[in-house]
């Protein structure tokens, strides 16, 4: 699969997996000698069904690649790729989380979007960026268990290639699925998962998310009902592209078309078939009454883009009905889940047929 966008400046969109290999290096370190992980686990292929012992006995989890992990103990020190460790937090697990990797903090000193609800000053930030990843720092935390996203099979989300071994050397690893699948399903694995190493998903902050995400899921039928013909559009700003998301690869896009959301679909696919990447000359391909803008830290937000004419020009744009988005990597809690569809419900029922 290629690399959801991460909008350099670079004109080319090489693949995620290269990606990854060019940004291997910045994180590549020497590791630790005599370092290891502090609990027992390890990771192998096995078709066994996932268990969920207590904290207090013995542990095991099978995950998405089908690969289970065990430990005499529930792990305590994880490490997770920030929109991971977010959502985990959101289950309860707010005291298990010593390290992330991922886009945390921006240049202005403020939390990306994606980290919900973390608190900084409690973790490490082992990697900031796309290919970053410091294992050096990483061993010191002694790392139980490293867990993040899966867009490829087998693939480790912001787990850079080049230093994949050296890591998962130092802690077994849990990879979640979260592409070309509803967003329900990554958010029932990670509460699986949260479950599995203690946390109490009946506490009322996690039934009160809950019951929050199935309001506002039925709130974008009820919007997409009451103004029909109303097309949406999921893209995200580079310097040099615009990029319109696939809405049948990207797990928050599938769940909100089967809410009824009409989407722009493109149809001329990069490769590994997650966007469609447009030059600005181009970037009034598709008509759209609402577009949903990536507002991660690595792409343009609307007061860079407002200096691009080609931006400004789009009928979603002129008419104001432009929507925060967190760019098809979305916080897989019910917690992190429901503002995105709320805000979408509200920007469909005020929109207006424009494109």
């Known amino acids: 699969m290629s690399q959801l966008p991460s909008y350099s400046a670079a004109p080319a969109r090489p693949s995620r997996r290269r990606l990854l290999a060019l940004g291997a290096a910045a994180a590549a370190g020497v590791l630790l000698a005599g370092c290891g992980a502090s609990g027992s686990g390890t990771a192998s292929e096995s078709s066994a069904p996932a268990t ?5 006995g013995p542990w095991s989890f099978k995950d998405d690649r089908g690969e289970t992990v065990t430990a005499d103990t529930a792990p305590s020190r994880v490490v997770a790729f920030t929109g991971t460790a977010a959502a985990l937090i959101d289950f309860g697990l707010d005291d298990k989380i010593v390290g992330v990797f991922g886009e945390t903090v921006r240049d202005d000193g403020t939390l990306d979007p994606m980290a919900g609800d973390l608190n900084v ?8 960026v796309w290919g970053e990843f410091n294992i050096e720092k990483y061993a010191t935390l002694r790392p139980d268990l490293l867990v993040t996203h899966m867009y490829d099979p087998g693939a480790l989300w912001y787990v850079p290639d080049e230093s994949k071994d050296k890591i998962l050397k130092l802690a077994p690893s849990i990879a979640i699925n979260v592409a070309r699948v509803p967003i329900t399903e990554p958010i029932e694995r990670y509460a699986e998962l949260a479950a599995s190493l203690g946390a109490d998903l009946n506490a009322p902050k996690v039934a009160e998310a809950k019951a929050r995400f199935e ?18 559009m999921a893209a995200s700003g580079s310097p040099d592209l615009l990029y319109v998301s696939n809405p049948k690869t990207l797990t928050d896009l599938i769940y909100l078309a089967e809410l009824g959301v ?8 990069d490769t590994g078939g997650y966007y469609e990447s447009l030059s600005w000359e181009n970037s009034d391909k598709y008509q759209a009454d609402v577009i949903m803008l990536d507002n991660r830290s690595s792409a343009l937000q609307p007061d860079a883009l407002a200096a691009k004419p080609a931006w400004t020009r789009l009928p979603a744009v002129k008419a104001g009905q432009v929507e925060p988005w967190d760019g098809g990597v979305p916080r897989l809690s019910y917690a992190g889940a429901a503002p995105m569809l709320e805000n979408l419900a509200k920007a469909i029922q005020n929109a207006k047929k424009v494109g």
Do not use: C, W
């Open 52 to 56: 969920q012992e207590s904290a207090a």
């Open 121 to 128: 000053d409690k973790v490490t930030i082992v990697g900031n």
């Open 215 to 232: 309001a506002a899921s039925e709130s974008v039928r009820q919007a997409v009902a009451a103004k029909p013909g109303i097309k949406v």
């Open 262 to 269: 009409d989407f722009v679909q493109p149809d001329k696919l």
